[in-house]
């Protein structure tokens, strides 16, 4: 049995290896900065409006999180959630814990008034992860594709 549950603010550090190895995985522009993300985790749990879920092994090892935010849609003013981070260590990619997180997601943007909810979907390469079952998972749970995020770096 693999434990979710939503991290409190002084547990954020659990999370830096998934950080870094979804920002590699990402291939996002400039440098990871741990004390960035761990401040930004920290600040979405202390003061919202968002949270961070995370996974566990029995033996209490951490196996990933997905970190949301809620928000007013700025087209409908509808309260909407938007999932900013969902990863799973590569060595506990293929079991349960993603899609767990997910659900867990799918609760907590319903028990949050949202009307509607976001996943990103990266469209490099992740390790262990294909794009295809992917998207055939997203769709199963009622999400459909609405657009592509496209980013230019300016620091380079």
């Known amino acids: ?15 830096l290896e998934a950080g870094n190895a979804f920002y590699k995985e990402g291939k ?31 033996e209490n090892e951490f ?9 007013d849609c700025p087209f409908t003013g ?16 293929g079991g349960t814990a993603g899609v767990r997180l997910l659900q867990a997601f ?3 943007s319903r028990s949050n008034g949202a009307k509607r909810a976001a996943m990103i979907h990266l469209v490099g390469e992740t390790e262990g992860v294909e794009k295809a079952r ?6 199963r749970m009622g999400f459909f594709p609405v657009e592509i995020n496209y980013v230019k770096d300016y620091a380079t």
């Open 78 to 93: 509808d309260r909407m959630s938007v999932e900013m981070f969902w990863f799973i260590l590569p060595k506990f990619r």
């Open 1 to 15: 049995f693999k434990m979710i549950r939503a991290l409190q603010s002084h547990e954020v550090e659990v999370m």
């Open 28 to 58: 996002f522009p400039g440098t990871f900065c741990n004390a960035t993300f761990t401040r930004r985790m920290w600040s979405l749990i202390e003061y919202g409006p968002g949270t961070v879920i995370a996974s566990f092994t029995p």
């Open 63 to 71: 196996q990933g999180a997905l970190a949301a935010t809620v928000c």
């Open 106 to 108: 799918d609760d907590w």
């Open 134 to 139: 992917l998207s055939a998972l997203y769709e």
